[in-house]
Nanobody, 122 residues
Framework: VQLVESGGGSVQAGGSLTLSCVAS????????MGWFRQAPGKEHEGVAA????????SYTDSVKGRLTISRDNAKNTLYLQVNSLKPEDTAMYYC?????????????????WGQGTQVTVS
C-alpha cells in the first residue's frame, strides 16, 4: 500500500492550494479517506474526510467553508482544495485510508498513511 501526497508549498495568506494524494496497492473505492495535518508541537488534527458513498463528507469546524475534499476513484486520487489560507494552516498535511465506509476525523480509525506534504503560509 502506498499513499503519495503532493501539492504543498509556500504561499501567502489568502492564497489557495490543491493537495493531491495518489493511492496504490489496495482497492481505493472501498476505503474512506481523510486529510490530517500536524503542526510543530501539536497532535494530528483531522481536517476533512470522505466516505465511500457520494456525499459522505466531514470537515472539522475550524476549516468549514475553506476546504473542499473530493475523490476520483477512476484515478485512485484524493484531493483537498484549501482556500483563504491562514498562517495557522501551516502544517504537514497527510492523507490516510480507512477500511470503514463512513468518513471520520479520528486518526485512530485509519489503516494507511502517506508521508505528508508541507504547507507553509506566511
Amino acid at each position: 500500500v502506498q499513499l503519495v501526497e503532493s501539492g504543498g508549498g509556500s504561499v501567502q495568506a489568502g492564497g489557495s492550494l490543491t493537495l493531491s494524494c495518489v493511492a496504490s496497492g489496495y482497492t481505493f473505492s472501498r476505503y474512506s479517506m481523510g486529510w490530517f495535518r500536524q503542526a510543530p508541537g501539536k497532535e494530528h488534527e483531522g481536517v476533512a474526510a470522505i466516505g465511500t458513498f457520494v456525499g459522505f463528507i466531514s470537515y472539522t469546524d475550524s476549516v468549514k467553508g475553506r476546504l473542499t475534499i473530493s475523490r476520483d476513484n477512476a484515478k485512485n486520487t484524493l484531493y483537498l482544495q484549501v482556500n483563504s489560507l491562514k498562517p495557522e494552516d501551516t502544517a504537514m498535511y497527510y492523507c490516510a485510508a480507512s477500511d470503514r465506509q463512513w468518513p471520520s476525523l479520528n486518526p485512530a480509525l485509519y489503516n494507511f498513511w502517506g508521508q505528508g506534504t508541507q504547507v507553509t503560509v506566511s
